[in-house]
């Protein structure tokens, strides 16, 4: 009878209304928290409306087939996307192969070490990556180039690549590693038929976000790229770029050419947002599966 009497009133207790204190207090933080959050997105929304109601009447199809000396940007979405292409080839394999390293095949003071510094290296301002750049490859070369900017954001996609690789393989669960192993399986088919496998979409996403945030740095680029108002010859000439020509030409009294940055901030923006929908999408199919 006790502990019957003892349920009832719990039961009474739980449909019992919050104090009036309570549910004005969450009322006041759901209230701050939505207020915050939109506060948070005006200045988003703000940059957004000014680049469209800016750039998008100067949008046109003529301007993806010429170059920026004719007031198009065909010749910087072409030096824009080789540059990526270069850093893609130089720091997704090596990235990757680090983050095995690390996940799979040392768990010493050597793996820390090399953890210790990608970590640092996220932080590194990307002008002083152009730096380097600039002393490693022009100077040697004697020349600004699309290969020197490519060397640039590989260095700065690096570190992305291999710490987002590295949780992606420690998120492969550890009995796949074990049934590997019972059937036969040697560490390296483990590692590369099993839990590479496992974790390639989100290697995939991991890969997507650091070509995202290469795309759109300037500083590297104005060190090692240099820029180019018309098509370049090779990848050791100085090289056209999305945003070095919205860095060039932005102060340009010229009003086709002002324009056409404000345009070209449109172009940019979309490549941007496109590759971050794609990662997005690699994700949710990954869930889904």
Known sequence: MQDLQVDTSLANELCSPLPTARRLFTYIMNGLAFGLSGLAIVPLVSVLWEIIRRGLPGL??????????????????????????????????????????????SQNNLSKVVRFVTTILTG????VVGLFAYGVVVALTKS???????????IIMLPVVVLTTEEALKLVPSS??????????????????????????????????????????????V???LF????SNDLLSPTASLPVLIFNLYNDP???????????????????????????LVTNRKKTK
Do not use: H, Y
């Open 223 to 225: 060190f090692t790229a």
């Open 124 to 127: 590194v301002p990307s002008i």
């Open 60 to 105: 046109t199809p003529a301007m993806f087939v010429t170059s920026v000396f004719d007031n198009g940007i065909a010749n910087a979405i072409v030096g824009t996307a080789a540059m990526v292409l270069i850093a893609i080839c130089l720091s997704v394999p090596t990235g990757i192969m680090t983050a095995i390293f690390l996940s799979e095949f």
């Open 228 to 231: 180019s108002l018309d098509w």
């Open 144 to 154: 600004f180039s699309a290969l020197a900017g490519g060397f640039a954001l590989s």
């Open 176 to 221: 796949l590693r074990l049934a590997s192993a019972a059937l036969g399986g040697t560490q390296f088919q483990t590692t590369f038929k099993v839990v590479v496998a496992s974790a390639i979409p989100t290697i995939t996403t991991g890969v997507l976000l650091a070509v995202a945030r290469a795309a759109g740095e300037t500083a590297p680029l």
């Open 254 to 280: 010229s009003p086709e050419k002002n324009q056409l940055v404000w345009t070209t901030s449109i172009v940019l923006l979309g490549l941007v947002l496109c590759i971050s929908l794609l990662s997005r």
